[in-house]
């Protein structure tokens, strides 16, 4: 059997590890888009600021890893597939065969239409390459705008402030994070970074990019408010798109995201897709969308490999979960944070003890949450959410007190959550429906 | 010979001497805060559970972590790596029983390693509430074993009440 697997992220990473596991004579070949070995997107901040060395962002540590599993690991572009005739060709030119295919090829960062934008020292923050060349430019009391203060310019915030720099964030949202928190959530971070020196510019656009004054820093950053601000170095940080070009006339069909069955499985015979590239179901939902984070990567990974090698395993969706530090104001939310349509809330507000729980509720079951400034346990959140327990009497005491989370934990869960920790890569919402561990062993 | 914490939450007093001794053992300082053991309050109830992760077989932290940090031992423990961890938090949200904590202080996460083999809660412990013994069962039948002790002597329901949705989800 010939597998290839285009990407080489944590999805396509741990798709190649799978198949290994279950098929140890199979060819397989790892396609990594970048001249790098396979490395984490999100270890980037952290190299920024210099917590960690490049070998440090490296999904596997060992550099002989991929020989000894025996995957072949190429790097390069995809120009193009060819369904039918089972081939898929590089950019330079060269073909490669399978008998099935993966695509984890993620996503790109979006480059907003301003004018100037392309100008030297305006910067996205995601490759390892970008990540370098911020290092560059970002130096102590370097003047930064940075643009877009989502949940991964936010995560950018962070490495740029403990750089030393000087930084203006620009967010056309009327507040950070507008995605992945509510308002007083949001408003708390805000807060918070502009008590930290951040000047935090929100319901703000950039309205153009010009080079800066003779001596001054290079750039000068235009607002839609009117003001200019001088900068070294524009990060942007607006949102993300799948990185699909390549499949134009492959017969793969892609939304938003490449479109998969439950199977994770494209409408392409033998060519399935994985993580941030394709649209998986949300399990709080039960529709398909775009889950681009790093255990969901894992997730899609590991189930695709099992359907490409024969082992039917159906994916069920997966809980949208994210966790960010914010110059050391740690906040998290999960599943359906915004609350479910029909359903109650629960509260705790300290704003300025920048401290915030809420919890929502449908029916008696826990069905999403947000926190702010609290970090012990936040996990059993995840495990209430995913496994759907019924609270019981414990979802009054909730609504009337969130921090008794822990208590209400320990009395709901008589079990860990369905398909347990055997098989953490096949997230079972329901009971009943077992299905082995994942692990093929 | 595997073996796992075993917790009998229905002797523990809420003394929290497995809370010190763990704190001690691991961060060198008397700090409950900073224990990978917590020990529960159940305030109306007066009564207490002690809580710490037991080792998955396959672990959810472990699959969340995107520089492999995390990995198994020998006697299948989970371990941390603080020289590979970056601090991103990831396994903090991805464990379902809540059972890596971030710890602000370092930057790192921390979670129980059973102490290389000699955990320093069961040692503490005075009442046997908490006890190290040879395991056979994995990981999923541990929780379930622990956690069906553990919520019958936190709620006062009678013995064996677990839920009937508690099916195996694993195992062949
Ligand atoms: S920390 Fe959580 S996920 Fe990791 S081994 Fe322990 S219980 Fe399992
Ligand atoms: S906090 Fe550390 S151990 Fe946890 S997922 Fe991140 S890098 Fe891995």
């Known amino acids: 059997m010939k597998y290839a697997i285009l990407g080489a992220g944590p999805a396509g990473v741990t798709a ?7 098929d140890p004579e199979a060819s397989i070949t790892l396609v990594g888009g ?22 440090g962002t490296h999904l596997r540590q060992d550099p002989l890893h991929y020989n000894r599993e025996n995957i072949r690991y190429l790097t390069g572009r995809c120009g193009g597939i060819d369904a039918q005739a089972k081939r898929l060709y590089m950019s330079g030119g060269e073909a490669l065969e399978y008998d ?27 490759t390892l390459d970008d990540a370098r060349n911020i290092l560059k430019l970002a130096e102590k009391g370097s003047p930064v705008v940075l643009v877009g203060a989502g949940f991964i310019g936010s995560i950018i915030l962070e490495a740029l402030y403990l750089r030393g720099c000087d930084i203006t964030v620009v967010e056309l949202a009327p507040r950070m994070v507008a995605r992945m928190m509510d308002e007083t959530a949001g408003g708390m971070l805000g807060r918070w970074c502009e008590a930290k020196g951040v000047r935090v510019l929100t319901r703000t656009r950039v309205a153009s990019i010009k080079q800066g004054a003779e001596g001054g820093p290079r750039l000068s950053v235009g607002l839609s408010s009117g003001i200019n601000i001088p900068a070294d170095l524009v990060v942007m940080a607006v949102g993300v798109r799948s990185n699909t070009g390549f499949l134009v006339g492959s017969g793969v069909k892609v939304n938003t995201g490449i479109a998969v069955d439950d199977y994770l499985q494209t409408t392409a015979p033998d060519i399935y897709a ?30 695709a490999a099992l359907n490409m090698a024969g082992h ?28 479910a349509q029909v359903g109650e809330t629960g509260k705790l507000v300290d704003e300025g003890g920048y401290k915030y729980m809420k919890l929502e509720f449908e029916g008696d079951k826990l069905v999403g949450a947000q926190c702010v400034g609290m970090t012990d346990h936040v996990g059993m959140l995840r495990g209430l959410i995913q496994t759907g327990f019924r609270m019981g009497e414990w979802k009054d005491k909730l609504l009337a007190a969130p921090e008794r989370l822990r208590e209400a934990y320990i009395s709901v869960a008589q079990g860990a959550p369905n398909a347990g920790p055997m098989a953490p890569h096949v997230n079972t919402p329901r009971a009943g429906l077992g299905h082995g561990g994942a692990s093929g062993h | 010979m595997l073996k796992a914490l075993v917790i009998d939450a229905g002797k523990c007093t809420g003394c929290k001497q497995c809370e010190m001794a763990c704190s001690l053992e691991n961060e060198g300082e008397f700090n409950v805060a900073k224990s990978r053991i917590r020990v529960f309050d ?9 809580y710490t992760c037991t080792q998955c077989a396959e672990a959810w932290c472990q699959q969340a972590c995107p520089v492999n ?18 601090g991103c938090k990831v396994c903090t949200i991805a464990c379902p029983f809540g059972t890596v904590n971030y710890n602000a202080s370092t930057g790192k996460v921390i979670k129980c390693d059973l102490c290389g083999g000699k955990p320093a809660c069961s040692d503490a412990c ?18 379930k074993v622990w956690a069906a002790q553990s919520a019958n002597a936190a709620t006062h329901e009678g013995p064996n009440t677990p839920k009937a949705s508690q099916a195996s989800g694993s195992g062949h």
């Open chain 1, 16 to 22: 190649a590890e799978t198949l290994r596991n279950v």
């Open chain 1, 34 to 55: 970048e001249p790098e070995p396979p490395y984490s997107r999100m270890a980037l901040p952290y190299f920024i600021y210099g917590k960690i060395d490049e070998g």
């Open chain 1, 100 to 126: 099935k295919l993966l695509i984890a090829t993620g996503a790109n960062p979006i480059m907003p239409p301003i004018p100037g934008a392309h100008l030297e020292g305006v910067e996205t923050c995601w």
């Open chain 1, 274 to 303: 994985a993580g941030d590239c394709c649209e998986g179901v949300d399990l709080s939902t039960g529709k398909p969308d775009m889950l681009a984070i790093q255990p969901v990567a894992v997730e899609h990974g590991r189930i």
């Open chain 1, 312 to 339: 039917k395993h159906r994916h069920r969706g997966s809980l949208n979960m994210n966790v960010l530090d914010t110059i050391g104001l740690i906040s998290s939310s999960f599943g359906l944070w915004q609350g």
């Open chain 2, 42 to 50: 159940f305030h109306t109830e007066a009564r207490f559970v002690p």
């Open chain 2, 69 to 86: 940090a995390i990995t198994t031992d020998s006697m299948g423990v989970k371990i941390v790596h603080d020289n590979l961890c970056v």
């Open chain 2, 126 to 143: 005075p009442t046997g509430a908490i006890t190290f013994q040879d395991a056979e069962q994995g990981g999923f039948d541990k929780m």
